[in-house]
């Protein structure tokens, strides 16, 4: 208790600055790194017991083709409650880039979204669009606009009348819903194909190998419809074209082929952490050899070493993890500010606050200072 009274740091306040600096630096990679891969993952609109139907060979969720016709067959199979055929394509909408989603009705039994004005989507005949709440602002539209809508895969455009404004969670709050066709026509393909199939099921009753037994199958004539009002045509899927995973690994699955994974990622962010964390290692040190005059006195007259480090160590904490927290809510502040307007994939970025890496960074950086102090001798 005396040695707590009458050791006085100094330097305390560089030990910090040093601190925050390595905070703010490992925090602004970390929550970038962690909220760009949220947001391409969360693409696939993860919802509970909802399975993605799609195309295993295509390199990205835009450039596969799966037949619609594969619709029928799901529809019948055992443990399906609804089968909501979709198309995903980029488009440009008033010099802004965002993602266009074909739907049919069945889209808004499968998926969560609250209409803030407007009307839903009825009839896939009509040249309408629902627009996302986060979309409508950056466009400047409301119920009543049209718009021009520009396809990114070809030269050729749809103009669109907004009858509803959505809200939704990230990312489809971004988006622009509009019939299946329109999406098949921005998207440059035969009406006979779309780019994904999602589909809801019972999990009590659905079996995985159902869409390994849909390949392969014939939809008897060119004249069968599904819903009534859809056409299909007769489409033989080859075996291991056509894949089905659930929404939440979906995406993860396309960055996987890319080496982009939870542990990667996580394995990349630690090593970042601690190459920077030598900074606090290093100014630890310095601080404990600036203390050299106190630190040689306490020993000569019979502290013990690991009590002095003891001390120096709790005196230094409530600045340590002040100065940590500061860092992190500096680097979140930062990248919320500077990422708005950023795009991945057509979607723009949300860093989330995550209360769990802001607790595992404070428990580092104050193992850090711990090292930093305990690795000094006090007699040298």
Request: aromatic share 8%.
């Amino acid at each position: 208790m005396r040695l707590w009274r009458y050791l006085k740091l100094r330097g305390a306040t560089l030990f910090y600055i040093a601190v925050l600096l390595t905070s703010f630096y490992i925090s602004t990679i970390v929550l970038s790194v962690k909220a760009a891969y949220d947001n391409v993952s969360s693409l696939s609109l993860p919802e509970e017991n909802v399975y993605v139907i799609y195309d295993r060979k295509s390199s990205t969720p835009f450039t596969g083709l799966v037949p619609l016709a594969l619709t029928a067959n799901l529809s019948n199979a055992e443990g399906v409650l609804e089968v909501s055929p979709e198309v995903v394509v980029p488009v440009r909408i008033r010099s802004q880039y965002l993602v266009l989603r074909g739907v049919t009705p069945s889209f808004f039994k499968i998926t969560k979204l609250e209409l803030v004005e407007g009307a839903e989507l009825r009839d896939i005949d009509e040249y309408v669009a629902l627009v996302g709440v986060k979309a409508a602002e950056a466009l400047g539209v409301s119920v009543g606009d049209r718009l021009i809508v520009l396809s990114v895969f070809r030269s050729i455009y749809v103009e669109l009348e907004v009858v509803g404004v959505y809200r939704a969670d990230p990312p489809l709050d971004g988006e622009v819903i509009a019939p299946l066709p329109v999406g098949q026509w921005l998207r440059g393909v035969d009406y006979s194909y779309v780019t994904q199939i999602r589909i809801m099921i019972d999990p009590e009753r659905f079996d995985t190998s159902t869409i390994t037994e849909i390949q392969g199958e014939h939809i008897a004539g060119g004249e069968e419809t599904w819903k009534g009002f859809i056409p299909l045509r007769a489409v033989k899927v080859k075996p291991g074209v056509v894949g089905g995973t659930s929404s939440r690994r979906f995406m993860e699955g396309y960055l996987a082929r890319y080496g982009l994974d939870p542990i990667s990622i996580n394995v990349a962010s630690i090593t970042t952490a601690v190459l920077a964390g030598l900074t606090i290692v290093y100014a630890a040190i310095v601080i404990v050899m600036m203390q050299r005059s106190q630190t040689v006195v306490f020993t000569l007259v019979g502290a013990k070493e690991a009590i002095v480090k003891t001390t120096i160590i709790m005196k230094l904490l409530a600045g340590t993890v002040l100065a940590s927290v500061a860092g992190f809510l500096l680097a979140y502040t930062y990248l919320d500010v500077s990422l708005k307007g950023v795009k991945i994939v057509y979607h723009g970025i949300i860093v989330g606050l995550n209360p769990e890496l802001l607790a595992l960074e404070v428990v580092i950086v104050l193992a850090l200072t711990a090292m930093g102090v305990a690795i000094c001798r006090l007699d040298e």
